[in-house]
């Protein structure tokens, strides 16, 4: 979805596009082999070596799918098709998988698909899909997120991001089912994982035998109670995809209320989120992720509403995509990374304000989306 912008903002654009250009093309001839997550000393380590099954493991395909689209250099095609054949690794251990073969596969298998139909991504595809399928609660109607004995019953805001790959089962294969899950599986987020004001749980536990809830859990954030920002983007973007696939007013009420409260206080912080809107004032600490999620989830909420509103969303994500690019981009083509300040959870101290692989992709797709240039991942395209 592209907008008119100014002759200045059009300019931004363009130049930080052939930054980002710059930084992935030098990129993707270092790391064509490899599964990138977080540098060390400006250097990415393997995630194929050190642990396949990882929930990021699809994002650096997304980045060269992403890429191919925009420049149709062959260099991005072979890496992505290499990432994919790295994956069947997870792809063909059941019981590590776990619901983020969602992100992992989408980002995958199906961007390659629905650019080249390759018929061997397809079934790459569908196999995620099974193994995301099986993992739905028909009786608490949502899906598990992970498999430990005392994770049974908790379902997570993310999960909203996964959906999509059940939505395109349905559409690949014709069988309802899949689609009927994942709108199952929303509005039980919708109950149990939004709250009123807009601020959104990471965890809830619902009892695995009758659905009932039990608790919520503080998850990545500050702790019980408090506001995630992660989970705040993932909540805008998730629930403007399920009102994409359903239209169901509900979950674009939803979606436009998470996203007034995360504009609201990411305004507080120049246009950039703080790892928890609700923790302790100091110390100062950000998620940039965060930010690029939401970009991407207004700009796609953005499709969905009246002329009349449309530009409030896509200027707040115009705001947050020069926030981070003033201060919190590494476009040097040498070192790998390019958002900086991610932050993987609040509590501990790895992982803390540093690049991370999913805040390249949606800073890219955020970018390219306000250029009208993106290739639809998460969307139906
Ligand atoms: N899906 C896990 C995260 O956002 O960290």
Known sequence: MSKQWTTEQEDFLTTTLAKVQGKFSAAVKRNGTIIPYIPFNGHY?????????????????????????????????????????????????????????GFMWLSAAVADYTLTQNPNAKTRGLKALQALASRYNPTGQFLLAWNGPEQQGQMIIDCLMNLPLLYWGTKETGDPRYGAIATNHAHTALRYLLRSDGSVNHIVVLNPATGAFEKSLGGQGYGVGSSWSRGQSWAIYGMAL???????????????????????????????????FRAPQEP??????????????????????????????????????????????????????????????????????????????????????????????????
């Open 45 to 101: 380590p393997d995630m194929a070596q050190e642990n396949i099954h990882w929930w990021t493991n699809g994002f650096w395909a997304g980045i060269l799918w992403q890429m191919y689209h925009l420049t149709q250099e062959e260099q991005y095609l072979v890496a992505a098709r290499y990432q994919e054949s790295l994956l069947d690794g997870a792809l063909n251990e059941y019981e590590k998988l776990d619901h983020d073969v």
């Open 242 to 276: 399920a009102y994409e696939n359903t239209q169901d007013p509900a979950f674009l009420a939803a979606a436009k209320n998470v996203a007034h409260y995360f504009i609201a206080n990411v305004a507080l912080t120049d246009f950039v989120s703080v790892i928890d």
């Open 284 to 381: 100062v600490r950000y998620d940039t992720t965060a930010t690029a999620i939401a970009a991407c989830g207004l700009l796609s909420l953005a499709q969905h509403v009246p002329p009349a509103e449309k530009t409030f969303y896509q200027t707040a994500a115009l705001k947050m995509v020069q926030a981070l690019t003033a201060k919190f981009c590494d476009f040097e083509p040498a070192t790998d990374g390019l958002l900086t300040h991610g932050s993987a959870k609040y509590h501990g101290d790895v992982d803390q304000e540093v690049p991370i692989i999913y805040g390249d992709y949606f800073y890219l797709e955020a970018l390219l989306r306000l250029l009208g240039k993106d290739l639809k991942i998460y969307e139906k395209g």
